[in-house]
Protein backbone atom coordinates (compact mmCIF):
# COMPACT_ATOMS: atom_id res chain seq x y z
CA UNK A 1 0.00 0.00 0.00
CA UNK A 2 1.03 3.25 -0.65
CA UNK A 3 2.25 5.17 2.48
CA UNK A 4 -0.04 8.75 3.05
CA UNK A 5 2.94 10.45 4.96
CA UNK A 6 3.85 13.52 3.30
CA UNK A 7 2.13 13.14 0.08
CA UNK A 8 0.36 15.58 -1.69
CA UNK A 9 -3.66 14.83 -2.40
CA UNK A 10 -4.39 16.11 -5.71
CA UNK A 11 -7.20 13.82 -6.75
CA UNK A 12 -8.88 10.79 -5.21
CA UNK A 13 -7.97 8.71 -8.83
CA UNK A 14 -4.34 8.69 -6.96
CA UNK A 15 -6.36 7.22 -3.42
CA UNK A 16 -6.58 2.58 -3.31
CA UNK A 17 -9.20 1.63 -1.75
CA UNK A 18 -6.60 0.50 1.34
CA UNK A 19 -5.35 4.17 1.65
CA UNK A 20 -9.53 5.32 1.60
CA UNK A 21 -9.97 2.37 4.62
CA UNK A 22 -6.66 3.49 6.46
CA UNK A 23 -7.92 7.40 6.02
CA UNK A 24 -11.58 5.92 7.74
CA UNK A 25 -10.04 3.89 10.35
CA UNK A 26 -8.10 7.08 11.28
CA UNK A 27 -10.83 9.10 11.57
CA UNK A 28 -12.81 6.52 13.89
CA UNK A 29 -9.64 6.47 16.08
CA UNK A 30 -8.95 10.15 16.42
CA UNK A 31 -12.74 10.88 16.80
CA UNK A 32 -12.71 8.01 20.07
CA UNK A 33 -9.46 9.87 21.94
CA UNK A 34 -9.95 12.50 24.43
CA UNK A 35 -9.62 16.27 23.48
CA UNK A 36 -5.88 16.03 25.20
CA UNK A 37 -4.59 13.19 23.76
CA UNK A 38 -6.21 14.40 20.22
CA UNK A 39 -4.34 17.55 20.43
CA UNK A 40 -0.96 16.14 20.73
CA UNK A 41 -1.13 14.43 17.05
CA UNK A 42 -0.15 17.72 15.43
CA UNK A 43 1.25 19.96 18.03
CA UNK A 44 3.64 22.46 16.90
CA UNK A 45 2.40 22.01 12.75
CA UNK A 46 0.88 24.45 10.98
CA UNK A 47 -1.59 25.05 7.80
CA UNK A 48 -1.59 26.93 5.25
CA UNK A 49 -4.52 27.66 2.88
CA UNK A 50 -4.68 29.63 0.00
CA UNK A 51 -8.03 29.84 -0.95
CA UNK A 52 -8.84 31.44 -4.51
CA UNK A 53 -12.61 30.97 -4.11
CA UNK A 54 -15.50 31.39 -1.87
CA UNK A 55 -15.43 28.60 1.34
CA UNK A 56 -17.29 27.71 4.64
CA UNK A 57 -17.09 24.24 5.10
CA UNK A 58 -13.74 23.11 3.38
CA UNK A 59 -11.78 25.75 5.25
CA UNK A 60 -13.43 26.04 8.39
CA UNK A 61 -13.64 22.39 8.78
CA UNK A 62 -9.49 22.35 8.19
CA UNK A 63 -9.17 24.79 10.53
CA UNK A 64 -11.27 22.75 13.08
CA UNK A 65 -9.51 19.66 12.71
CA UNK A 66 -5.87 21.18 12.98
CA UNK A 67 -6.63 22.76 15.82
CA UNK A 68 -8.24 19.73 17.31
CA UNK A 69 -4.64 17.99 16.84
CA UNK A 70 -3.02 21.06 18.06
CA UNK A 71 -1.92 22.49 15.20
CA UNK A 72 -2.67 26.39 14.22
CA UNK A 73 -3.59 27.49 10.91
CA UNK A 74 -2.68 30.88 8.79
CA UNK A 75 -3.60 31.99 5.60
CA UNK A 76 -5.77 33.73 3.25
CA UNK A 77 -9.75 33.15 2.09
CA UNK A 78 -10.06 35.88 -0.22
CA UNK A 79 -7.03 37.16 -2.63
CA UNK A 80 -8.81 40.60 -1.84
CA UNK A 81 -6.00 41.74 1.08
CA UNK A 82 -2.97 39.30 -0.62
CA UNK A 83 -0.19 40.22 -3.41
CA UNK A 84 -2.62 38.33 -5.83
CA UNK A 85 -4.16 42.24 -6.28
CA UNK A 86 -0.84 43.35 -7.39
CA UNK A 87 -0.05 40.74 -9.59
CA UNK A 88 1.84 38.05 -8.24
CA UNK A 89 1.48 34.55 -9.58
CA UNK A 90 0.15 31.29 -7.87
CA UNK A 91 3.50 30.11 -7.97
CA UNK A 92 5.68 32.56 -6.18
CA UNK A 93 2.51 32.55 -3.58
CA UNK A 94 2.30 28.84 -3.05
CA UNK A 95 6.36 29.20 -2.54
CA UNK A 96 6.18 31.56 0.23
CA UNK A 97 3.15 30.10 2.02
CA UNK A 98 5.12 26.47 1.60
CA UNK A 99 8.00 28.60 3.55
CA UNK A 100 6.16 29.08 6.68
CA UNK A 101 3.82 25.95 7.23
CA UNK A 102 3.97 22.31 7.02
CA UNK A 103 0.75 21.68 4.47
CA UNK A 104 -0.96 23.60 1.98
CA UNK A 105 -4.86 23.94 1.45
CA UNK A 106 -5.33 25.01 -2.22
CA UNK A 107 -8.63 26.00 -3.42
CA UNK A 108 -8.84 27.82 -7.03
CA UNK A 109 -10.94 28.19 -10.04
CA UNK A 110 -8.28 26.35 -12.64
CA UNK A 111 -8.51 23.06 -13.57
CA UNK A 112 -5.15 21.63 -12.91
CA UNK A 113 -3.65 24.31 -10.03
CA UNK A 114 -3.17 21.72 -7.33
CA UNK A 115 -1.27 20.14 -9.19
CA UNK A 116 0.76 22.44 -10.91
CA UNK A 117 1.06 23.72 -7.10
CA UNK A 118 2.45 20.56 -5.99
CA UNK A 119 5.05 20.87 -8.35
CA UNK A 120 6.38 23.85 -7.43
CA UNK A 121 5.66 23.69 -3.51
CA UNK A 122 8.39 21.56 -1.23
CA UNK A 123 5.47 20.64 1.58
CA UNK A 124 2.69 18.48 0.42
CA UNK A 125 -0.45 19.92 -0.90
CA UNK A 126 -4.09 18.84 -0.52
CA UNK A 127 -6.61 20.23 -3.47
CA UNK A 128 -9.38 21.62 -1.68
CA UNK A 129 -11.10 21.96 -4.61
CA UNK A 130 -9.44 23.09 -8.01
CA UNK A 131 -12.17 24.29 -11.29
CA UNK A 132 -15.01 21.99 -11.75
CA UNK A 133 -12.36 19.09 -11.94
CA UNK A 134 -11.74 17.42 -8.18
CA UNK A 135 -12.57 18.16 -4.60
CA UNK A 136 -11.57 14.91 -3.32
CA UNK A 137 -11.05 15.48 0.55
CA UNK A 138 -15.14 16.00 0.31
CA UNK A 139 -15.02 12.38 -1.23
CA UNK A 140 -13.37 10.87 1.45
CA UNK A 141 -16.24 13.04 3.86
CA UNK A 142 -18.85 11.78 1.32
CA UNK A 143 -17.88 7.95 1.59
CA UNK A 144 -17.07 8.10 5.28
CA UNK A 145 -20.49 9.61 5.91
CA UNK A 146 -22.32 6.52 3.78
CA UNK A 147 -20.36 4.28 5.86
CA UNK A 148 -21.42 5.87 9.47
CA UNK A 149 -24.69 6.47 8.42
CA UNK A 150 -25.51 3.09 6.42
CA UNK A 151 -22.96 0.73 7.80
CA UNK A 152 -21.23 -0.27 4.42
CA UNK A 153 -20.98 0.92 0.78
CA UNK A 154 -21.18 -1.79 -0.52
CA UNK A 155 -23.98 -3.31 -1.98
CA UNK A 156 -25.86 -0.07 -2.63
CA UNK A 157 -27.76 2.03 -5.14
CA UNK A 158 -27.02 5.89 -4.80
CA UNK A 159 -28.70 8.71 -7.04
CA UNK A 160 -26.47 11.66 -7.69
CA UNK A 161 -28.58 14.71 -8.95
CA UNK A 162 -28.16 17.88 -9.88
CA UNK A 163 -25.38 19.96 -11.71
CA UNK A 164 -23.36 16.67 -13.04
CA UNK A 165 -21.85 18.63 -15.60
CA UNK A 166 -19.71 20.69 -13.42
CA UNK A 167 -20.19 20.03 -9.80
CA UNK A 168 -16.81 18.87 -8.51
CA UNK A 169 -17.18 17.14 -6.07
CA UNK A 170 -19.55 14.62 -8.47
CA UNK A 171 -16.61 13.67 -9.97
CA UNK A 172 -14.52 13.10 -6.84
CA UNK A 173 -16.98 11.02 -5.11
CA UNK A 174 -17.31 8.88 -8.89
CA UNK A 175 -14.08 7.89 -8.89
CA UNK A 176 -13.82 6.88 -5.18
CA UNK A 177 -16.74 5.01 -5.45
CA UNK A 178 -15.28 2.44 -8.35
CA UNK A 179 -13.51 1.06 -5.63
CA UNK A 180 -16.79 -0.51 -4.09
CA UNK A 181 -19.49 -2.49 -5.51
CA UNK A 182 -21.96 0.17 -5.87
CA UNK A 183 -24.83 0.77 -8.75
CA UNK A 184 -25.42 4.28 -9.75
CA UNK A 185 -27.90 6.39 -11.34
CA UNK A 186 -27.01 9.87 -12.41
CA UNK A 187 -30.09 12.12 -12.64
CA UNK A 188 -29.81 15.34 -14.28
CA UNK A 189 -31.34 17.92 -16.93
CA UNK A 190 -30.19 16.90 -20.45
CA UNK A 191 -27.78 19.99 -20.60
CA UNK A 192 -25.97 19.17 -17.37
CA UNK A 193 -24.87 15.20 -17.47
CA UNK A 194 -21.45 14.13 -16.79
CA UNK A 195 -18.93 15.07 -18.21
CA UNK A 196 -18.40 12.32 -21.73
CA UNK A 197 -14.47 11.88 -21.04
CA UNK A 198 -15.55 11.03 -17.43
CA UNK A 199 -18.62 8.63 -18.36
CA UNK A 200 -15.48 6.65 -20.58
CA UNK A 201 -13.47 6.38 -17.49
CA UNK A 202 -16.45 5.66 -14.51
CA UNK A 203 -18.21 3.72 -17.07
CA UNK A 204 -15.82 0.64 -17.09
CA UNK A 205 -15.64 0.32 -13.53
CA UNK A 206 -19.42 0.85 -12.03
CA UNK A 207 -22.49 -0.13 -13.50
CA UNK A 208 -24.12 3.43 -13.90
CA UNK A 209 -27.89 4.57 -15.82
CA UNK A 210 -28.24 8.32 -16.54
CA UNK A 211 -31.79 9.64 -16.71
CA UNK A 212 -33.49 12.93 -16.38
CA UNK A 213 -36.25 12.09 -14.02
CA UNK A 214 -36.01 11.04 -10.74
CA UNK A 215 -39.13 9.67 -10.17
CA UNK A 216 -37.35 6.37 -12.53
CA UNK A 217 -35.22 5.15 -9.71
CA UNK A 218 -36.24 7.00 -6.17
CA UNK A 219 -37.88 4.20 -4.51
CA UNK A 220 -34.79 2.13 -5.39
CA UNK A 221 -32.01 4.20 -3.71
CA UNK A 222 -30.12 4.01 -0.68
CA UNK A 223 -28.00 6.90 -0.93
CA UNK A 224 -29.44 10.45 -2.62
CA UNK A 225 -26.67 12.86 -3.54
CA UNK A 226 -28.13 16.21 -4.40
CA UNK A 227 -25.92 18.87 -5.29
CA UNK A 228 -26.60 22.51 -6.51
CA UNK A 229 -26.96 23.79 -9.98
CA UNK A 230 -23.14 25.70 -10.04
CA UNK A 231 -24.30 29.17 -11.27
CA UNK A 232 -20.54 30.64 -11.23
CA UNK A 233 -19.84 27.88 -13.62
CA UNK A 234 -22.38 28.75 -16.31
CA UNK A 235 -21.10 31.36 -19.23
CA UNK A 236 -24.83 32.10 -20.33
CA UNK A 237 -26.65 33.69 -16.97
CA UNK A 238 -30.19 32.93 -19.24
CA UNK A 239 -29.40 29.15 -19.27
CA UNK A 240 -28.47 29.07 -15.72
CA UNK A 241 -31.88 30.68 -14.82
CA UNK A 242 -33.72 28.37 -17.31
CA UNK A 243 -31.70 24.99 -15.28
CA UNK A 244 -33.05 26.51 -11.53
CA UNK A 245 -35.15 25.05 -9.74
CA UNK A 246 -35.40 22.01 -12.24
CA UNK A 247 -35.47 19.80 -9.16
CA UNK A 248 -36.32 19.64 -5.96
CA UNK A 249 -36.06 17.80 -3.45
CA UNK A 250 -39.24 17.78 -1.27
CA UNK A 251 -41.72 15.52 1.32
CA UNK A 252 -43.63 14.42 -1.91
CA UNK A 253 -40.18 12.86 -3.09
CA UNK A 254 -39.36 11.56 -0.01
CA UNK A 255 -42.64 10.22 0.77
CA UNK A 256 -41.40 7.71 -1.79
CA UNK A 257 -37.81 6.78 -0.79
CA UNK A 258 -36.96 3.75 1.29
CA UNK A 259 -37.50 4.36 5.10
CA UNK A 260 -33.97 3.88 5.66
CA UNK A 261 -32.66 6.50 2.51
CA UNK A 262 -30.76 8.92 3.26
CA UNK A 263 -30.12 12.18 1.65
CA UNK A 264 -26.79 14.16 1.16
CA UNK A 265 -25.39 17.05 -0.22
CA UNK A 266 -21.98 18.72 -0.17
CA UNK A 267 -23.84 22.22 1.11
CA UNK A 268 -24.10 25.34 0.02
CA UNK A 269 -27.24 24.50 -0.81
CA UNK A 270 -30.20 27.04 -2.50
CA UNK A 271 -33.52 25.64 -3.57
CA UNK A 272 -32.66 21.64 -4.14
CA UNK A 273 -33.69 20.59 -0.99
CA UNK A 274 -36.65 22.19 0.70
CA UNK A 275 -36.10 23.20 4.60
CA UNK A 276 -38.82 20.44 5.41
CA UNK A 277 -36.46 17.92 4.95
CA UNK A 278 -34.54 18.61 7.36
CA UNK A 279 -36.19 17.49 10.07
CA UNK A 280 -36.71 14.40 8.60
CA UNK A 281 -34.66 11.08 9.35
CA UNK A 282 -33.87 10.76 5.23
CA UNK A 283 -31.81 14.56 5.87
CA UNK A 284 -28.10 13.59 6.53
CA UNK A 285 -25.93 16.68 5.24
CA UNK A 286 -25.40 18.71 8.58
CA UNK A 287 -24.23 15.53 9.90
CA UNK A 288 -22.17 15.19 7.06
CA UNK A 289 -20.55 18.02 7.01
CA UNK A 290 -19.52 17.56 10.54
CA UNK A 291 -18.03 14.42 9.33
CA UNK A 292 -15.68 16.62 7.92
CA UNK A 293 -13.38 17.84 10.61
CA UNK A 294 -12.58 14.14 11.68
CA UNK A 295 -11.88 12.72 8.11
CA UNK A 296 -9.43 15.89 7.40
CA UNK A 297 -7.80 15.49 11.02
CA UNK A 298 -6.92 12.27 10.44
CA UNK A 299 -5.45 13.31 6.68
CA UNK A 300 -3.14 15.80 8.41
CA UNK A 301 -2.54 13.10 10.86
CA UNK A 302 -1.39 11.08 8.42
CA UNK A 303 0.36 12.77 6.31
CA UNK A 304 2.19 14.86 8.75
CA UNK A 305 3.21 12.00 10.87
CA UNK A 306 5.35 9.43 9.07
CA UNK A 307 3.67 6.80 11.11
CA UNK A 308 1.25 5.11 8.83
C1 LIG B 1 -18.70 22.34 -2.87
C2 LIG B 1 -17.64 22.96 -3.74
O1 LIG B 1 -17.06 23.98 -3.40
O2 LIG B 1 -17.37 22.36 -4.77
N1 LIG B 1 -18.73 22.87 -1.59
C3 LIG B 1 -18.01 22.24 -0.60
O3 LIG B 1 -16.82 22.31 -0.56
N2 LIG B 1 -18.69 21.50 0.27
C4 LIG B 1 -20.04 22.26 -3.48
C5 LIG B 1 -20.62 23.46 -4.13
O4 LIG B 1 -20.04 24.56 -4.12
O5 LIG B 1 -21.70 23.33 -4.69
Do not use: W
Amino acid sequence: MGRLANRDIISIKDLGRDQLEVIFAEADRISKLSDEERSCLCKGKTLGYAFYEPSTRTRLSFEAAMASVGGSSLGFSSTATTSTQKGESLADTIRIMAGYVDVVILRHPLDGSSRFAAEISNKPIINAASGTEEHPTQALLDIYTIKKEKGTVDGLKIGIIGDLKHGRTVYSLLYALIHYDVSVYLISPESLKIRPESIFEIGKLIPFTEITDIEECIDELDVLYVTRIQRERFTDQEEYEKMRGSYVVGLDILSRMKKDAIVMHPLPRLDEISPEVDGTPHARYFEQARYGKDIRAALLNLLLNSND
